[in-house]
Each structure stands twice: as C-alpha cells, then as structure tokens.
C-alpha cells in the first residue's frame, strides 16, 4: 500500500488491510494472548515488559510490535493514521510550498507521491487534509500546491 492510498482509504481500513498483510501490526488482544503464553513459558521478564510497556503507553486498539524478534521491542501504539505511514511503500516528506489559495504564500505540504505524466512529474500531497497536486520548480528550487484546482 502506497501512502497515498493509506489516506485515501482511512486509518479503520488501512489498518486493517496492513495487518492482514504484515505480521508486526497487532492488535491489543493478540497482545495480551501473547503475554498469558509467555507466561506460561515461564518467560516472564518478556511477558512483565510487555504488560509495563502496554500500561505506561496509552491504550490503543492497534499497535507496532514485531513477534519475531523475540527480543524487548516496545509495542508502538497505532492511533493515528500517520502513525501508519512507516508500514507503508514509500516515504512521506513535509517542505514548505506556494499554495494556491494562498496566493502564492508559503505553508507546509506533505508530499506523499511522485507521479509523470508524458515527460511532466507531478506530485500528490497533502495540505491541511486535502489531497491535491503540486510541482517543483527547480529553477525556483519551490514546490506550487494547487490546493483549489488540483484537488483530488
């Protein structure tokens, strides 16, 4: 899943899909089931750093956790979409751009996907919620948002 996908499908159902296709997105009560075998493996310092790592994070439906490693990996809760984005294809960035309803004023963008289109590149971003294209000006070394006819 790209990350612009992710946020074109929502964190409920991103999450989801991501933890059918990945094994180091979990979820609360998968955790806690792991926590009752190791301590029925007597491997309890795993299983009191799991439980002190779940109570001194706040509570999450979802969370980061990587079973394989078998070692003392904090589980990362997953609240936020944005908390999605490392599970994801590509790498999100944030700069400063020209934004269209701005007139031209600068504001922080994400930059969530590079696109062509013939010999033109393109971007998807994000500005303020609103998914929209954008361009980089290399000889003005500027990104412009089109935030009111780019809109996706």
Do not use: W
């Not at 031209?104 to 998807?124: C, F, H, P, S």
């Amino acid at each position: 899943m790209t990350i612009l996908e992710l946020y074109q499908k929502g964190f409920n159902t991103a999450v989801i899909e991501l933890s059918e296709q990945r094994d180091d997105i979990t979820t609360y009560e998968t955790l806690k089931e792991f926590i009752k075998s190791k301590i029925d493996d007597d491997s309890l310092y795993l299983a009191a750093h799991l439980t002190n790592a779940l109570n001194t994070c706040a509570y999450a439906e979802y969370y980061g956790y990587d079973y394989c490693m078998g070692t003392l990996e904090t589980p990362t809760p997953l609240k936020d979409i944005s908390d999605l984005e490392d599970f994801c294809d590509g790498k999100a960035y944030t700069v400063d751009a020209h934004i269209n309803s701005l007139d031209g004023a600068m504001d922080e963008i994400t930059v969530l996907e590079q696109r062509q289109k013939g010999n033109q590149t393109y971007y998807i971003v994000k500005y303020k919620d609103i998914l929209c294209t954008a361009i980089f000006n290399g000889f003005t070394c500027s990104y412009y948002a089109d935030d009111i006819y780019g809109r996706l």
